[in-house]
């Protein structure tokens, strides 16, 4: 069972050659492993199933900055490696949040903002587990920068 999700195909084309490494370093080669998806299938899935989950742990490995935005709340966290921390803002404007100049519309508009922040610990699965679960609902890795420019406003 995977723990995250199934890569895509379009992402395992992408990634053809250290999927085949993969395959080699647990002891099948090509013609094996064609044999392996036409007479078991379901191995080949759980195969597949185990590489996906190997991508993605070092993906989440690396991130360290997520954020979520929605019309009138935005979310940044900065993942360390047995804690994050939130930095959210909830905007009680008329407008919605803009997809991009989001720190200068913060400053124009700081009196209609409620800047919180938050910490969770957690151990170095649930970490990835977080990372995973939020880019699943949306969220996505960015910089530090969005990140900064909050601590520095909330003194975090």
């Known amino acids: ?11 395992l084309k992408a990634l053809d050659e250290e999927f085949k490494h993969f395959l080699i370093a647990n002891g099948l ?10 007479n078991d299938p379901d191995k080949a899935i759980e195969i597949v199933g185990l590489f996906s989950d190997l991508v993605l742990d070092k993906v989440y490995d690396k991130t360290e900055f997520i954020l979520y935005q929605n019309a009138k709340s935005l979310k940044v966290f ?31 508009n700081a009196e209609k903002m409620l800047i919180y922040s938050s910490s969770k610990s957690f151990d170095e699965v ?8 939020l880019i699943k609902y949306g969220a996505f890795a960015t910089d530090d920068k969005i990140f900064n420019f909050l601590a520095e406003i909330k003194k975090v």
């Not at 047995?82 to 803009?98: C, H, M, N, S, T």
């Open 1 to 11: 069972m995977v723990r995250y999700r199934f890569l895509t195909d379009e992402e």
């Open 29 to 38: 080669h090509a013609e094996e492993w064609e044999e392996l998806n036409k």
């Open 78 to 108: 900065k993942f360390f490696k047995e804690k994050a921390i939130l930095i959210g803002v909830d905007y009680q404007g008329r407008d919605d949040f803009p997809l991009e100049g989001v720190m200068e519309f913060i400053s124009k």
């Open 126 to 133: 649930e970490r990835n587990k977080e990372i995973h679960h």
